[in-house]
């Protein structure tokens, strides 16, 4: 019966009806006949419940409506829903006209397609009760067919969910019928597959990424994918990689003559024949760098992501089996990835370096082995250690540590070449075996370098986690989440963690990527420079993007709101001004569709929060999921854009490379999924728990590119984070010395406010003049970064030009132009004349930087005609109280000729005007002197020390001399102490008293500069640190080598007991130090240890990192060693120790150089007061 009431909506469905080639509703087939009805009609009064059935169909086809059996007392509002099986609301629509009893319909005003044998709900929601229910109905299953409602043995069946509201209805009780049908429409007959009507490329391109000229496809019932592949073998129409609307351009992986196939896929899956086409893709040239790369090895076609990420967008690839004689000629350099090679080939390329090419072989053919300087010792190091060696121009600038690599190293002796890093079997243990290698070859100036390993595949392993984990549950936290791929220690298979903890603080891929850009650099300096382009809009060394997830509870506004408010008037988000997130968002949230659109028109990101309630899945159900809920957020806010980045809920990620995929096929293309969750074991070190600040693009577990990138999401509100610590270190180390840049995700949840992880990024982040953003502005950047280039390089040792191709949404693209040792840049100038640029040294190498357009540029080099001046000295000018192990600095305004650093040019005399026998160094990255005294300096005695100018004096790296002499004196102590300590007597903790805690152990690892003895031991105290404590000095690896109880303790302040028999320590060796707390109450200071000791010469609190953790801690009702960190934190335990009268040690000491983008910190004490500068810089 269609009711006067209902006749509008009835009217419009039946117009819909017609254009699918429906049947009018009457035709429908439903589970239970109109003559059906239920025992028990009226089961009596109940609070407001949503009340559904489980079903399935045998083929696809189209929900028109829903129904249900009214009991006579069911009065009240109801209110129809067909759900998707994972809980997205596909449809909903209002009963009107109802009779007072019986079976009650009401049609969906569009029909809604579904999938054969695919489980989803049709409900409604009532508010008095009074349902029809039948116990135990669905101890068996309902058939009608095509329809089917499952027995409740697999998985519940008839299903309910109280609430004032319609919610997903997914308790159910003893199988209950609720009497709720579907009305549903076959699909109509699939007669055959689509047609592809069209299909053009271009006849030729210069480059790897071809448009698609035309693409068009038509089927009966309509097209809903399309596929380009160059196999012509017709492709699976579930697997991923499909689009829903053609693809513009498809990007070969090398140069020559190529075919495409064009594919198109209806909903039932039938795929459609093929029409070809072909294109030639032909060398620009003016592409100074050659990547060779082989179908045997996917991963040597992801260089190309590795140089777009670099900046070195000036390259060419070229499938090895077309390598020729002639291809080589026209390159400065050519990057092989790891392949097997013909003896043909070697021989082409041992020709080309011989006459002054420059070749980077990665995990080389042994037959490459003569020419590189190398000979194979037939060993292999897998997923092991390197460390770079920072005094080699390639090296310089690269962290200094060891650091991880993955896969494969092959073992080689040196002959012939130089290490620029060697392997290690752990972070301690060398191999005695290069990591990378490089030789001179000739007298044509040709060089052939080795990466041992295949950085490709160890930069994507290292980012996205451990292959051979994919699909495991290793940290026993449900479902299968992202960092499962990383957790080592799992219960059933215990390994090491895949990114080593201890070395979390550095971006290991990154850094190992910046050693490769240098090598680049380097290698070719002696023909021309090779520009590149910034990592992110006007040099800044760092982003935020401010992301949060809402669950339905819809707080986003009110953040969104917050964003407009703190931003500078007149902004404009698209050059990164503004304050702009991402919310993601249930599609149920409580957000209209005009709301959201005035958002993100004002340039805020609202994108649907994929979720499959949690649970791990398959390729099939994510497709299902995506598809499901995508649809239903495109039918709640039509006004938005497509969307482009996702947070899948739960961070599941059921296997290693389904998901990008899948988001892929959907066009979303960055991926925030990666996650720092698991508080058990990535906990306190801030860092980088994927080895990378840097999004890029995902890759298959075989090394195939995914066109999705990948921005983990390294700081959440719900892993335990300090703030604002950690995003203060983020930040610090980004713009700091150790130049660890990137672009740094947050999720503070948007389902409410204030959030105080949200405030806290938002003052650390415009404090310091770092622009927070969404995800979307994110991709949009990388693609228009990414989509420009340099080409027609072309120059010598006194010039260089260049052309931009730049996008129009590359604002803000910066060029940094290497200067050659003893050189400087004169002028840059483009088509309207001469350009402003400044200089800056960045990983050891030193650039002009200049923003840039699309244009041709030209550089004039010339000699470096400044001398170097000092700009900074320690001790400082006419202190008094300096140690008598002292550690004396000269800081320079630039690079310097390192063997003009002496301890001729660099001296220290005592008032007799006798030199002080010194060692002296050099720091390049740092521009440091340091000289430290052999032997202690007398006390109260005034010293002076001297950098030389003139001749013989300092020089940089173009000759320029020192003006001439700086000194300066200094007076040290009056009398010697009887020991030192690590913290002064009136040092104070940051926080006196932790609280209340079980019987711990707390510790602090140091070193000594010197031999000496421990004499004993201190700890701070607050009031209500009960004892009794005692105190015990270990060996690093928890030997214990005293113990000594604290007897006659002040109320609070330092505690000091002395040790029976003082203990000798070895310099330079690792000890850990600690007190035993039975009541808790210790002193705290939080994140002390993360990227910095404590230094008092000749003792060493150590940093985070360099031993492990730093403080450290161990639970027990006794002592025990203690071996555990959290966040870094000082525990506040110190000792006493007298040095013995031998030469004094190196001391270690820590020099902040010039960060890439000096901003001055401002300090506010609400968000108001932290509006961001128009201007950035």
Excluded at 392 to 404: E, F, K, Y
Excluded at 921 to 938: F, G, V
Excluded at 1049 to 1059: N, P
Aim: proline share 7%.
């Amino acid at each position: 019966m269609i009711t006067q009431a209902s006749r509008r909506v009835t009217m419009f469905s039946l117009v819909l009806w017609t254009v699918l080639g429906l049947a009018p509703a009457g035709e429908a087939a439903t589970l239970w006949a109109p003559s059906s009805a239920p025992v028990v009609a009226d089961s009596g009064a109940d609070s407001p419940v949503e009340l559904g059935v489980r079903f399935t169909s045998d083929s696809a086809g189209y929900v028109t409506g829903v129904r249900f059996y009214k009991g006579t007392g069911n009065s009240g509002t109801h209110v129809g829903n067909l759900w998707s099986s994972t809980g997205t609301l596909l449809a909903s629509a209002e009963f009107n006209g109802e009779t007072a009893s019986g079976w009650q319909q009401v049609n969906f005003p569009t029909p809604v397609r579904i999938l054969k044998d695919t489980v989803y709900v049709a409900s409604y929601h009532t508010n008095v009760g009074h349902y029809s229910a039948d116990y135990n109905y669905f101890d068996t299953s309902t058939d009608n067919a095509p329809l089917h409602a499952p027995p409740s043995t697999s998985g519940g069946n008839g299903v309910y969910s109280y609430g004032s509201n319609s919610t997903f209805p997914t308790r159910s009780y003893k199988g209950t019928n609720y009497w709720v049908d579907l009305v549903f429409e076959p699909a109509p007959a699939d007669a055959q597959a689509p047609v592809v009507t069209a299909f053009t490329l271009p006849a030729t391109s210069s480059s790897l990424t071809v448009p698609i000229s035309s693409f068009t496809a038509t089927d009966d019932v309509g097209v809903v994918g399309y596929l380009v592949t160059e196999s012509p073998a017709s492709p699976d129409p579930t697997a991923a990689g499909w689009s829903v609307t053609p693809p513009p351009s498809y990007t070969f992986s090398s140069l020559g003559g190529k075919v495409l196939y064009g594919w198109a896929k209806d909903a039932s899956g039938k795929v459609s024949a093929s029409l070809t086409a072909s294109v030639t893709i032909t060398d620009a040239g003016g592409t100074p760098i050659l990547l060779l790369t082989s179908s045997a090895n996917p991963f040597s076609s992801y260089y190309p992501e590795i140089f777009r990420n670099e900046g070195l967008n000036e390259f060419t690839v070229l499938d090895v089996a077309a390598l020729t004689d002639a291809w080589l000629a026209n390159y400065d350099v050519v990057v092989v990835g790891e392949m097997p090679l013909t003896t043909d080939q070697v021989g082409i390329l041992t020709r080309w370096v011989g006459a002054g090419g420059k070749l980077i072989a990665m995990r080389p053919d042994p037959k490459l082995a003569p020419l590189l300087g190398l000979v194979a010792d037939g060993t292999v190091l897998s997923d092991a250690y390197l460390q770079i060696d920072t005094t080699t121009p390639p090296g310089a600038g690269i962290v200094g540590q060891t650091i991880q690599f993955h896969g494969a190293a092959d073992g080689y002796r040196l002959d012939g070449a130089a290490s620029v890093a060697a392997l290690f079997a752990d972070a301690v243990t060398p191999s005695g075996k290069p990591a990378v290698t490089l030789r001179s070859v000739g007298t044509n100036g040709g060089k052939a370098a080795a990466f041992t390993f295949d950085l490709a595949r160890s930069v994507v392993y290292t980012r996205q986690g451990n292959p051979a984990w994919a699909g495991q549950e290793r940290d026993g936290y449900p479902p299968i989440r992202s960092n499962d791929l990383f957790y080592g220690p799992a219960a059933a298979d215990p390994q090491n963690d895949w990114v080593d903890r201890n070395r979390i603080t550095i971006p290991q891929a990154d850094e190992l990527q910046r050693l490769l850009a240098n090598l680049l650099i380097f290698a070719n300096q002696d023909r021309k420079a090779l520009p590149r382009f910034w990592y992110l809009p006007k040099a800044l060394p760092a982003a935020v993007v401010l992301t949060g997830d809402d669950h339905g509870y819809g707080g986003t506004m009110g953040r969104f709101d917050l964003f407009n408010l703190v931003s500078p008037q007149g902004c404009r988000a698209e050059y990164w001004e503004c304050v702009r997130g991402t919310s993601y968002l249930y599609a149920n949230t409580p957000i209209g569709d005009a709301a959201a659109k005035s958002y993100q028109d004002a340039g805020f990101e609202l994108a649907d929060h994929i979720t499959t309630n949690c649970l791990d899945w398959t390729p099939a159900t994510l497709r299902s999921v995506f598809t499901d809920q995508l649809t239903a957020w495109r039918t709640n806010f039509p006004s938005l854009a497509p969307q482009v980045t996702n947070r899948t809920h739960c961070i599941a990620w059921s296997d290693y490379a389904t998901e990008p995929l899948v988001e892929l096929a959907n066009g979303i293309r960055l991926d925030t999924t990666y996650y720092h969750l698991s508080s058990r074991w990535v906990d306190y070190p801030v860092g980088f728990f994927t080895g990378s600040g840097m999004p890029m693009r995902f890759t298959d577990a075989g090394g195939n590119l995914i066109d999705v990138y990948q921005a983990t999401t390294q700081m959440t509100d719900e892993s335990g984070q300090p703030y604002p610590f950690t995003i203060d270190t983020f930040l610090d180390r980004a713009m700091g010395a150790e130049g660890y840049y990137g672009v740094f995700t947050v999720n503070a949840h948007t389902d409410f406010n204030p959030s105080e992880v949200a405030n806290a990024v938002l003052r650390s982040a415009v404090s310091r003049g770092v622009p927070i953003i969404s995800a979307k502005q994110l991709l949009q950047w990388l693609d228009s970064r990414n989509a420009s280039a340099f080409s027609g390089i072309s120059g010598n040792s006194d010039s260089l030009s260049f052309s931009i191709t730049a996008d129009p949404n590359a604002r803000g693209l910066t060029v940094l132009v290497p200067i050659a040792n003893g050189r400087t840049v004169g002028s840059i100038q483009d088509g309207n004349g001469l350009l402003p640029f400044y200089l800056a040294r960045i990983k050891g190498v030193q650039y002009a930087l200049f923003q840039a357009a699309a244009g041709t540029y030209q550089v004039q080099f010339i000699t470096d005609p400044f001398a170097p001046v000092v700009t900074a000295v320690a001790p400082a000018p006419n202190a008094t109280g300096a140690d008598t192990v002292p550690v004396l600095q000269a800081s320079f305004s630039k690079d310097l000729d390192p063997l003009s650093v002496n301890s001729s040019s660099f001296e220290l005399r005592d008032p007799a005007n006798l030199p002080v026998p010194a060692t002296v160094s050099w720091d390049r990255a740092t521009r440091t002197a340091t000289l430290i005294p052999k032997y202690r300096l007398a006390t109260l005695t005034t010293y002076v020390a001297t950098v030389k100018g003139g001749s013989g004096g300092i020089a940089d790296l173009a000759g320029n001399r020192l003006a001439g002499d700086a000194t300066w004196t200094f007076t040290t102590v009056p009398t010697r102490p009887a020991g030192y300590s690590v913290w002064q007597q009136s040092s104070v903790p940051a926080t006196l008293d932790g609280g209340p805690d079980s019987p711990v152990e707390l510790g602090t690892r140091f070193r000594s500069d010197t031999n000496g003895t421990v004499t004993a031991i201190r700890f701070y105290k607050a009031a209500a640190n009960a004892g009794p404590h005692s105190g015990h000095l270990w060996d690093k690896n928890g030997t214990l080598l005293a113990t000594v109880t604290f007897s006659n303790e002040t109320a609070s302040g330092w505690q000091q007991a002395d040790l029976s028999t003082p203990v000798s320590i070895t310099a330079n060796e690792t000890y850990v130090v600690s007190y035993f707390a039975p009541a808790g109450h210790y002193s705290i200071t939080s994140g002390a240890f993360v990227d910095q000791g404590v230094d008092n010469v000749p003792l060493h609190a150590l940093p985070f990192g360099a031993s492990g953790a730093n403080g450290c801690y161990a639970y027990g009702s006794t002592s025990t060693f203690p071996s555990q960190g959290w966040h870094s934190t000082n525990y506040w335990v110190d000792v006493v120790f007298v040095p013995t009268d031998a030469p004094v040690g190196s001391a270690k000491v820590k020099v902040k150089p010039v960060p890439l983008a000096q901003v001055p910190k401002r300090t506010a004490e609400n968000l108001l007061d932290l509006r961001l500068p128009i201007s950035l810089r």
